[in-house]
């Protein structure tokens, strides 16, 4: 990067990437391709890696690895895991470097870290953040992942980070749908650390997943699905090298840095209590967050919090008494109706706008909002949805504190 260049991104820091692009023109001096990137990357940052935007002077690549990197929030929760299952931790490889965003934060703990990424651009941009980073522990092969697996020494968590092969995300149902192929490596992950950290899009299906890994002769101890405002972001699989406790399968649901686990075998199969009885005015509503519906584990919802499904497919529950700790969304119930327009009309007495979600209902939330004339947002919440009986209902909430 020459002065000019340097120059102008720090000039220019804050300014609409766009608008800079049309100016060209006027910087001859500046690698301008390179400015906009690293100022389009920094303002990305600024949001998603608040750690790296305060740290002076990082190169940020182009905007597709931006774009797929973790956040920090992300990142941070897979160092905790590292180091909870490694308490003394010594060495780390990272196959699948990328930007190194993940590794990063992981491997501050280990004496010794490797990350390994086979594209140049990537591994010249590591090197150099890695320095300004403070980790002087980590050393950066430029190579494929696969090949360094079968000369390097055993350590003590392999972290790995395959993509789908599919770039529209068609192929999103198995393990072996990703690259590299997780499975076609497992005889060799298995003797070469004591775990193996698997990140996942949170569109597979971790059943799939955790059952592949076992035949391949790698059990799963961990599945983790972390979720960040309500939104999927990510599924971990733990699996277990030759030295590790085999341990039962345990299911971790995260919200935020807050969530819940479960054993597997012993939980994860609870039968589902369904409400018996009708929801009145004054009950509580619950809609559980994107990380537990990912789970399935409704049969454990209902027996740990004391909350009943409206019905087996409504992904909507309630109670009597507000459950303040549930892992999800909470409402309390003002008004409950059928769709008769004489009921409507009653129950929508002075509401004129509302955020309306349907479940397990004919109508879409769109369909819905039309036929109710409500305009949308506000502080009251719409919920419509069937129960077990097969009646449609529709129940005015408002979220409680």
């Known amino acids: 990067m020459n002065t000019?260049?340097?120059?102008?991104?720090r000039l220019h820091a804050t300014d609409d990437v766009r608008q800079l692009a049309l100016q060209a023109a006027r910087y001859p001096d500046v690698d301008m391709r390179l400015a906009l990137d690293q100022i389009a990357g920094w303002q990305a940052a600024r949001t998603k890696l608040p750690t790296w935007a305060a740290t002076d002077d990082l190169l940020y690549p182009p905007h597709i690895s931006m774009e797929q990197c973790s956040s920090e929030q992300t990142a941070r929760y897979k160092a905790r895991l590292a180091e909870?299952?490694?308490?003394?931790?010594t060495t780390l490889v990272d196959l699948t470097g990328g930007f190194g965003v993940d590794f990063s934060f992981m491997a501050r703990p280990f004496e010794r870290c490797t990350y390994v990424e086979q594209q140049p651009h990537l591994c010249e941009i590591a090197r150099h953040n890695f320095a300004l980073l403070g980790l002087a522990q980590a050393q950066v092969v430029c190579g494929n992942g696969v090949d360094y697996l079968t000369s390097m020494p055993a350590v003590d968590i392999i972290f790995i980070d395959p993509a789908r092969r599919d770039a529209h995300g068609a192929k999103t149902i198995a393990i072996s749908d990703c690259t590299p192929d997780i499975l076609e490596m497992a005889s060799q992950l298995k003797p070469k650390s004591l775990y193996t950290i698997i990140k996942l899009s949170p569109m597979l299906d971790w059943h799939q997943a955790v059952a592949d890994m076992g035949?391949?002769?790698?059990?799963?101890?961990?599945?983790?699905?972390?979720?960040?405002?309500?939104?999927?972001?990510?599924?971990?699989?733990?699996?277990?090298?030759?030295k590790a406790t085999h341990s039962p399968l345990r299911i971790y649901c995260v919200n935020d840095d807050e969530g819940f686990s479960y054993?597997?075998?012993?939980?994860?199969?609870?039968?589902?209590?369904?409400?018996?009885?009708?929801?009145?005015?004054?009950?509580?509503?619950?809609?559980?967050?994107?990380?537990?519906?990912?789970c399935g584990c409704y049969g454990l919802l209902t027996?740990?919090?004391?909350?009943?499904?409206?019905?087996?497919n409504s992904h909507l529950l309630v109670s009597d008494h507000l459950q303040t700790d549930f892992p999800g969304r909470r409402f309390r119930i003002s008004a409950v109706?059928?769709?008769?327009?004489?009921s409507l009309k009653t129950a929508l007495t002075?509401?004129?706008q509302a955020n309306i979600a349907t479940r397990n209902f004919p109508l879409s939330a769109p369909e819905l909002r039309k036929r109710l004339r409500l305009k949308d947002g506000g502080h009251h919440y719409i919920f419509a949805t069937t129960d077990a009986t097969g009646n449609h209902l529709i129940l005015i909430t408002t979220p409680c504190p």
């Open 337 to 342: 109706t059928s769709m008769n327009k004489k």
């Open 303 to 312: 027996a740990r919090w004391d909350v009943a499904a409206i019905a087996p």
């Open 350 to 352: 002075g509401i004129d």
């Open 4 to 9: 000019a260049t340097s120059q102008f991104i």
């Open 215 to 242: 035949r391949q002769g790698m059990p799963v101890s961990e599945v983790h699905i972390v979720s960040v405002k309500n939104e999927c972001k990510e599924l971990l699989l733990v699996a277990e090298g030759e």
């Open 84 to 89: 909870r299952l490694c308490p003394h931790p």
């Open 263 to 294: 054993d597997d075998e012993t939980e994860g199969n609870a039968p589902q209590r369904i409400l018996q009885g009708d929801i009145a005015p004054g009950n509580y509503l619950y809609e559980p967050y994107a990380a537990a519906m990912k």
